[in-house]
């Protein structure tokens, strides 16, 4: 009966214990993003689904394929998981410890050496700790901190990824801006040229303009062959960071709205970054573990107890004395042993090897180490937010003026084209103001999509574009 209820009680502890580890909220059993990618980078399944059916690609659409095709918000959600076990096998040290034993001693029973040792016996033990100085409660209390800064190193990461993405995707419009513009000037010269050899024919323009124009238009050529060549380059970046198509058309960058950003809030945009945040549990991480390493100097106290399944029996000899005749008797009959005991045991450490000073010593060095990776990312991150809005200020003020500057340039360009006509200006002047506006033109939507991007990167450094606040990048319902 005894051994039946005990059945059932092992049954039902390894049943919940296997419940316990198989269940997690982080990973996704099909290989896809978990619920913690998700949630980190604000992408849904719908998210990924639509974007089949679309002809152009936003820079939205492009990181949501990132962060379903590439590996790395996945490899974030294994350091996840990770953590979660390593949390979950700290609570385990709270459980009793159960195992099945069986014994065959060597050599075996004889009548002149009998000790208990020497019994053949299958026992199932169990062991629950009471006091280890606390150690097992430091040790939960780093996994669970551990746990925490893996999930926000996830929001980092995502935030990471977004720039990166976001760098290669204007990368590509970059280059195809210039590409175009490129072809838009080499098409007027070729009419510029067009028209030369038909004033040429009737003795109005000379055979050198004529010649120099070629030239430039040789030299466009050769630009325009560049510039595909750096386009092919770029769109190939792209597709490697998303896991996309080379060929995929993409949308201009979106102008957002601007940052609700105040200087004189750094601090608290400090605190709310994620990779400060990491680096604060990792601090507390090392404390804990500091203090798990202190208790290897305090004393244990555990209770043991044994149930023997089976238990070889033979007899001990027992000697009796009759005290009347003095003769001596021998009861050989198989003595009978109780089928289990329990054992309450205390520890006190004396000499470990200074195995116990040296790891108190390894997690001081790391306690300090943790505390200068701290003060580092609060530094860095301080320059990332300031220097990320000063960029962000200073490429508006750069893409306004710019917008001026092609302006005139495209005004000079037809008032020179009509002076030619009148012979008031040679060739060279509208060369001159033709080269004028491919370089403001490249210059201005260069800016543009500078600006865009500095735009992303000011808000990926105060958080704005992690989690919900990346779904302000889906501007797919606009179009």
Aim: hydrophobic share 35%.
């Amino acid at each position: 009966m005894k051994f039946n209820r005990l059945q059932k009680v092992l049954s039902r502890l390894i049943t919940a214990m296997m419940i316990a580890s198989s269940a997690t909220v982080i990973a996704s059993a099909d290989g896809g993003p978990g619920l913690l990618v998700m949630k980190a980078s604000g992408i849904s399944d719908g998210d990924f689904t639509r974007i089949a059916g679309k002809k152009r690609l936003s820079l939205f659409d492009c990181y949501a394929l990132a962060v379903y095709n590439t590996e790395t918000m996945k490899i974030q959600e294994e350091h996840s998981v990770q953590a979660e076990a390593r949390r979950d096998q700290a609570i385990g040290a709270f459980l009793p410890k159960v195992s099945l034993k069986a014994l065959k001693p060597w050599p075996g029973y004889s009548n002149n050496y009998v000790t208990p040792s020497q019994r053949s016996n299958v026992s199932l033990n169990a062991r629950q700790n009471l006091f280890t100085g606390l150690s097992e409660i430091y040790q939960y209390s780093a996994a669970a901190k551990d746990l925490r800064a893996k999930k926000y190193q996830a929001f980092y990461g995502a935030g990471r990824l977004l720039l990166e993405v976001a760098a290669a995707y204007c990368g590509v419009l970059q280059n195809e801006k210039k590409l175009q513009t490129g072809r838009d000037i080499l098409d007027l010269y070729r009419k510029m040229l067009n028209e030369l050899r038909r004033r040429a024919s009737i003795g109005r323009s000379r055979q050198s303009e004529i010649l120099r124009t070629n030239s430039q238009i040789y030299v466009l050529e050769a630009q325009i062959k560049f510039q595909e060549n750096a386009l092919a380059s770029a769109r190939l970046s792209l597709a490697t960071v998303a896991g996309m198509s080379r060929d995929a058309p993409l949308y201009d960058i979106q102008f957002l709205r601007d940052p609700a950003y105040d200087a004189g809030k750094l601090d608290e945009k400090l605190a709310d970054r994620w990779d400060i945040k990491s680096a604060r549990e990792q601090v507390e991480y090392a404390d804990s573990n500091l203090k798990s390493a202190w208790s290897g100097h305090l004393p244990s106290a555990y209770v043991e107890g044994t149930y023997y399944l089976y238990q070889e029996k033979f007899p001990i000899p027992i000697y009796k004395v009759d005290p009347t005749s003095g003769r001596i008797s021998v009861n050989t009959t198989p003595t009978k042993v109780r089928n289990y005991s329990v054992n309450l045991g205390v520890e006190l450490p004396l000499f470990s090897g200074w195995s116990a000073t040296n790891r108190i010593r390894e997690a001081e060095s790391v306690r300090r180490e943790a505390a200068l990776n701290y003060s580092k990312t609060v530094r860095l991150a301080r320059q990332e937010i300031l220097d990320s809005y000063r960029t962000w200020e200073s490429s508006g003020i750069e893409t306004r003026t710019l917008k001026k500057a092609l302006e005139s340039a495209e005004q000079n360009y037809r008032v020179v084209t009509e002076e030619y006509g009148r012979s008031l200006v040679t060739i060279l002047d509208v060369l001159t103001s033709l080269t004028t506006l491919q370089n403001a033109r490249d210059q201005y939507e260069s800016a543009v999509i500078r600006h865009g991007l500095d735009r992303i990167k000011l808000g990926v450094a105060v958080n704005e574009f992690t989690g919900p606040g990346a779904r302000a990048l889906n501007n797919s319902d606009k179009r």
